[in-house]
């Protein structure tokens, strides 16, 4: 069953046109929403239930300056489950109450020695590493979807602007999505250089094939928590992961309440 109905008579009339789906340790972004409607996924059918740590698991619907939002605080993960369109009937609720704009962050491991811990990356392309896609099964010719230009220029530049504007450094680069939930070995993340990726993590590519599936326009943007494998001394942990989120995820969250604030993601 579909979580758009449900989800629809929760909102009321709020009619947002843009949501956001948080990433680990980046729920705090919740917070700038005024007149917080918040609504658990188990009230949402459709909605993952998600057990990994960091990832709450609850939609919060309101508005940041003015403007009408909704966020996903929480995601599901391949990894979790095996399937890669775990996401799939909760964008398919955001699509059916309105959402024409999609803004997806993670956290990511940086490829880049001067990309450090508490950066931020505009995602401007990815690499499915996987091996999997959201839309094996679909039947309808809609599931050869374009990805040419998967990230939503007038998006991009909104997030840059607003980057600007508030004088945070905003790296760019590609994402490269490995299914997790092991971390990558030093010789897949010197493959994944020479491939041409600059970040690495294991999600979001799924949600973005997802989106432009259903004709969403898309931006995501990644939070550095660590140097890849093989760029520091020690072992990759989860719990590395969300003690660093913060850190770049204030800087994200600056510039996307600036984005607001300016109205740069109206068009
Ligand atoms: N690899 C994959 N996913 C991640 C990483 C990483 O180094 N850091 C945060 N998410």
New binding site residues.
């Given amino acids: 069953m579909s979580g758009g109905p449900a989800l629809a008579t929760r909102i009321g009339t709020l009619a947002p046109k843009i949501a956001l789906v948080l990433g680990s340790g980046l729920g705090d972004l919740v917070n700038e929403v005024d007149d917080a409607i918040r609504i658990p996924y188990a009230e949402l059918p459709g909605f993952p239930q998600s057990g990994v740590t960091g990832h709450a698991g609850t939609l919060v619907a309101g508005t940041i300056a003015g403007t009408p939002v909704m966020m996903l605080a929480g995601r599901a993960h391949y990894y979790e489950h095996g399937d890669a369109a775990v996401m799939r009937s909760a964008l398919e609720a955001l699509a059916g109450v309105g959402i024409e704009k999609l803004i997806l962050t993670n956290?990511?491991?940086s490829l880049d020695a001067d990309m450090t811990p508490g950066s931020v990356m505009l995602i401007t392309d990815h690499i499915n590493f996987s091996g999997s896609n959201p839309l094996i099964g679909e039947q309808t010719d809609q599931r050869f979807v374009g990805l040419s230009e998967a990230y939503d220029k007038p998006l991009c530049s909104a997030i840059e602007k607003a980057a600007q504007e508030t004088g945070t450094p905003l790296h760019k680069g590609v994402y490269m999505w490995?299914s997790?939930p092991s971390?990558?070995t030093p010789a897949e993340i010197r493959m994944a250089r020479v491939m041409g990726a600059n970040a690495?993590?294991?999600s979001t590519v799924p949600e973005v094939i997802l989106a432009r599936f259903l004709g969403l326009r898309v931006a995501a943007c990644s939070v550095v928590?660590?140097l890849?494998?093989g760029m520091s001394d020690g072992e990759?942990s989860h719990q590395e992961?969300k003690d660093m989120a913060p850190l770049g995820g204030a800087r994200l969250a600056s510039i996307l309440k600036k984005a607001f604030a300016d109205g740069l993601l109206e068009d």
């Fill in positions: 956290a990511a491991g490995f997790g971390f990558e690495v993590g294991m928590t660590n890849a494998a990759l992961t």
